[in-house]
T-cell receptor
Framework: DSGVTQTPKHLITATGQRVTLRCSPR?????VYWYQQSLDQGLQFLIQ???????AKGNILERFSAQQFPDLHSELNLSSLELGDSALYFC?????????????FGDGTRLSIL | GEDVEQSLFLSVREGDSSVINCTYT??????LYWYKQEPGAGLQLLTYIFSNMDMKQDQRLTVLLNKKDKHLSLRIADTQTGDSAIYFC????????????FGKGTKLSVKP
């Protein structure tokens, strides 16, 4: 058990809808990261937060947004969903951002768009 | 830009050693990681190495780093059926602002 909690484990929804994925980092970790895992793109970094502030953005679509709350949990919002958004979404956390800070991953949320 | 390459499949017999290879391109990479993903599960951090090191050993796992060739390997001694999983190599560099760039993963199959 990594200590990173993601809910829900599975989400099934339709095109055009909006969903929210939730992540609670390990106790003591201030940085949260979101990654997307799909068959064609592999594992890709989406966005990073540190102590409530956005720190870095990767290949995140404009239809997607995220935030980190004062209690350090984070939410990833996906809107106007398309079939291609079907993927496994991982949250990871680390003590602090930057090099040499190992990231610990949750079990992911599997999103299926019908 | 950064890129991480891995072979896609590896098959070994139980009790043998497994060697999973990875190459990376970012010369400023400073940390390199190995993660394990079992079916239906998340990514488990196995080990990581700082780029000024050549080798790191942790129980059955040995990581070798050839910085000149930008080549990283993970050796699993006495491979067991429970080691069957997908193994991901990842790099973290100044270019990626510390975020992880992953390879596509190597699926390790262990035959009894």
């Amino acid at each position: 058990d990594s200590g990173v909690t993601q809910t829900p484990k599975h989400l099934i929804t339709a095109t055009g809808q909006r969903v929210t994925l939730r992540c609670s980092p390990r106790s003591g970790d201030l940085s949260v990261y979101w990654y997307q895992q799909s068959l064609d793109q592999g594992l890709q970094f989406l966005i990073q937060y540190y102590n409530g502030e956005e720190r870095a953005k990767g290949n995140i679509l404009e239809r997607f947004s995220a935030q980190q709350f004062p209690d350090l949990h984070s939410e990833l919002n996906l809107s106007s969903l398309e079939l291609g958004d079907s993927a496994l979404y991982f949250c990871a956390s680390s003590v602090a951002p930057g090099l040499g800070q190992p990231q610990h991953f949750g079990d992911g949320t599997r999103l299926s768009i019908l | 830009g950064e890129d991480v390459e891995q072979s896609l499949f590896l098959s070994v017999r139980e009790g043998d050693s497994s060697v999973i290879n990875c190459t990376y391109t970012d010369s400023s990479s400073t940390y390199l990681y190995w993660y394990k993903q079992e079916p239906g599960a998340g990514l488990q951090l196995l080990t990581y190495i700082f780029s000024n090191m050549d080798m790191k050993q942790d129980q059955r796992l040995t990581v070798l780093l050839n910085k000149k060739d930008k080549h990283l390997s993970l050796r699993i001694a006495d491979t067991q059926t429970g080691d069957s999983a997908i193994y991901f190599c990842a790099e973290s560099s100044r270019g990626s602002q510390g975020n992880l760039i992953f390879g596509k993963g190597t699926k390790l199959s262990v035959k009894p």
